[in-house]
């Protein structure tokens, strides 16, 4: 979902959605070359998300079986995808609606939040695979002053992890901007997230992560997640974050 | 919470933390100058938010009153701010307790993250007061080109609020950091948040924010807090975030 | 909302929901005398949900204004019965829409139980003033007995009832069928519920319940509402309940 | 969890809760037979919830495997109960530190109502299979009754249930003790629940309920529950729960 994957995306997609949108409030004009003007939904309700490929070789992780992957790719992860985009064509449609109570708009933007959180964190978990576990540069470093030692913060991530096993959830790894602090944050579901936080490292604790290899035994997953991380794309969105 | 009044915060309630808190993981060696050596919590766990004040004559708003601001600022701010440096003190001892089941200390990770919401939204909130409503700048033209025409962007801001009257939450407007792009977002309670978004605009919903002035009136609320924006604050937030 | 008062609003408010929902597979076929057959929406989405009016007289509480009581039943409580009924409309029409994703249909059952825990938890909020505050019968012999003695109980209904200040929720001490015990339940909001728990006194900490005459002051408010409470009412409950 | 294995099993686990709590305000008195009184928790703290047994042959489901049933009913269901014991411990020793803060009890009386709804809503759930899936009875009629026919209401429920696919909950069909209608309802976790409601037919929607069967083909997973229903035991709940 970079920026020119997204604009390519849009290309394709928006007839469909914009069938979907009545004209109205949250539809911007389109130049067009002659007849009546085209609409489309403006751009935030444009629904133009693009798939974003797996950048690692499913078959090669060490304990993550690659049915899992892929299912979680291709099912859970573009599940979302598709809804969000519904979704926003649902919003634009539903703002032309003068008379639509704001409770019923309020269960859409509900949803919104939902996939926009499952969209991203799923792009983001997804990018930190295909490394050997082992954590080192600056991020390894501020860890260790953020929580006293690499093993405190350790311990802290995986008991955040685990206290949302058996049900759904992350536990987040972020920077957060406006304290300028590093923290674990705990996330019941898609829709939680901490405020100004930039996540720097996700871990998926829906069951839907790991059932199919480790059933219930979610340590186990946990320990073969850390063991697949390459710790560069953490400390590269890290060096990011906390540099602005 | 800027980083020069936080530490100095820190200097002042560490003790009291200190004591709180076992040693252990989660609690950092403090150079000393002889004797024993001292420990105190981690930074992640230190707990030394201190109080913001306000940057705006809460006598001069238009229709929301000194009393009510002053009871939203010292009582629901600053007790979400205390709860979040007792929670964090509650952390470090907690991460001490090797047998603590995970559940239990999801609890307290939930909180971490409600208060944490809680007192980022309420400052970022009460830094917006004391302007005269007229949006303008590049983020009103952000918004133009994002939702189609600025009444657009603000009705369905207004629709997002509306949603959560009488009962709690946050309609925040957001420049997304990873999808490059502004929407309003949806929040149930402080404990939601949109991934990767920060935050320029945000409005309570919660019924103290006027419940005083306004009963359940909400709509009319929401006029006397757009009717109060300084939107240069807005606009800077804008500026600050998109630019990386 | 008892059985005759609904059936009562049924009649007047059936034509408003047959012209939201269209005809199909959630419409049941009504009898008519003649010509094409009328459908109004089967039972489950009938919407006629009737005010339940106050019980006693709101001038003549100890700490709770009548305009904060009168507020609160009408705007509050009516307003959740209003969108009650419009939701179960928006279900009726929503189910004659065979590709409609369940997601969206999601935002509305989601409404649904938010508004169905509002309206039927308000009722029971009424009907329990206008008493001395004193408890009684065998509720408070089964109170005692639950929880060691009524002043055990009490504090911990008042903590777990503390521990939403600020927000919104709900403490209720409920008889639990299925277990066959009494506890006090935390809910967050009007969609939290004790499974197979029936509600003997609830208590509402959602901020509209007594920031106009309290503020911040949510122990203050709790004091008035223990004082108000006709323990009869909550004993007639317990009879009932732990009866079958 | 009947109220025989349930006094039994308070004998067995009573020691173990009254070692983690304190002697204070939600303790109870027990008489003894000389020396120093003992004290053990109040029972709405006692924590003694025993494990039911799987009332069906797990061999025998068709489409849902022995490996996933046992999984479910040994790690989820029994992790629940366990945890379920264990916050009621917890709880009685934090109201015996009267300094304890509310937001923090409200922590664990979160998990001790999440538990609580897991584990009765996993006792329905195993209680519902061994039958042929064919709907009859009364409850037959009254589906018939409350929603048009009993295919509206099983689409209803099915698509209640798609809607929480990906993540986690329960479709719950109840009998609304209150409103005396029957009633599918949306439940997001183990927190949701129709206050009055008494669970009919309980529908997990957690993943770990067919991840390990069907991967995220979760609709498949609906066909195969509904396959195995034992419709007498859902028409046993109705009459039991609306002849009140």
Redesign the interface.
Known sequence: ?N?IS?RNAMGSIALGVAAAAAPG?????TPTTGGSPMTSP???FAGG?AVKPLGFDPTKLTGLSEKLIR?HWE??YQ??LK?LN??EG??AAA?SDKDL?????????????HR??SV??H?LYFEQFGGNGQAAGSIRDALV?????F???E??FR??A???????GWAILAW????????????????????????LLVLDM???AF??DY??AAAKYVDAFMHNLDWAVVDARYRSASR?
Chains 1, 2, 3, 4 share one sequence.
């Open positions: 979902m920026d997204r409030a949250a539809v911007a004009a403006a751009p935030a998300h299912s099912n859970n599940g979302s809804a519904m979704i649902r919003l703002m109570p704001p409770v019923v708009y309020g269960g859409l933007k509900r949803e919104e939040l926009t959180g991203i964190l792009e002053a953020s929580h006293g030692s093993e405190a913060w311990a802290e008991r955040t685990m206290a949302l096993a058996g049900g759904s957060n901007q406006y304290t300028r602090s590093l923290h674990n944050y705990w996330a019941w579901d898609h829709t939680n997230g901490p405020v100004t936080g930039v996540p829906y069951e839907h059932h199919m059933g219930t602005t």
